[in-house]
């Protein structure tokens, strides 16, 4: 049994060794003036090089096998990576909006991404920090939904700083809706990821 600790170890040591470098670049980049041109391209170079000098690790941490990376699996990887970025290194947070409103001018996450995108409004419940995904929960007509807290979006500072002041209150959430393959369950899991958040007046 005493396998399983030093294993997990070295399989998280390659994501916190890239978001330490990761990091470590981004800390850098908050102390320099950059234009919003400027901001995006150094922002997506901090993110390539820590992957790159750790991407074996990386796949393997998240499953891949080396013979598996192509384009498709590098995109995947790449997500898994910048959510646990934005978790852990909060310097990464504005860095990362900036590279998510270069995919879509509007700002917002690209909608080819998700099967539907809608809006749900109710009472929230409470914020669940326990996991590595973090999770709101609220309750609207029909009953309570919980949302995926995946990436930066509009209102996640609000969410983040009032979080533990805002049950009972009313708040309206976008959200996008994919599948997730589940391996307990040999299938897909239909998952709804926060889009913007905001609190009702």
Do not use: H
Request: glycine share 10%.
């Amino acid at each position: 049994m005493l396998a399983a600790p030093g294993a997990s170890f070295a399989q998280e040591a390659a994501s916190d060794k890239a978001i330490a470098d990761a990091c470590k670049c981004f800390q850098g980049l908050e102390k320099q003036k950059l234009s919003d041109a400027d901001k995006k391209s150094s922002a997506m170079d901090c993110l390539t090089q820590s992957m790159m000098a750790n991407i074996s690790g990386l796949a393997e941490e998240y499953g891949y096998k080396a013979s598996e990376l192509n384009e498709e699996n590098g995109r995947k990887i790449g997500e898994r990576f910048g959510m646990k970025l934005v978790q852990k290194c909060p310097s990464s947070v504005p860095f990362m909006v900036s590279l998510s409103q270069q995919e879509d001018p509007g700002g917002s996450i690209s909608a080819a991404k998700y099967e539907t995108e809608g809006e749900t409004s109710g009472t929230f419940v409470r914020l669940e920090t326990s996991g590595e995904t973090v999770k709101l929960v609220i309750k609207s007509s029909d009953g309570e939904e919980t949302l995926r807290w995946m990436r930066p979006f509009p209102g996640d500072e609000k969410l983040e700083q009032q979080g533990k002041s805002l049950a009972g209150k009313k708040v309206t959430v976008q959200w996008g809706e994919y599948k997730q393959y589940v391996f307990s369950m040999k299938g897909y899991a239909k998952y709804r990821e926060i889009l913007g958040f905001k609190i009702a007046e």
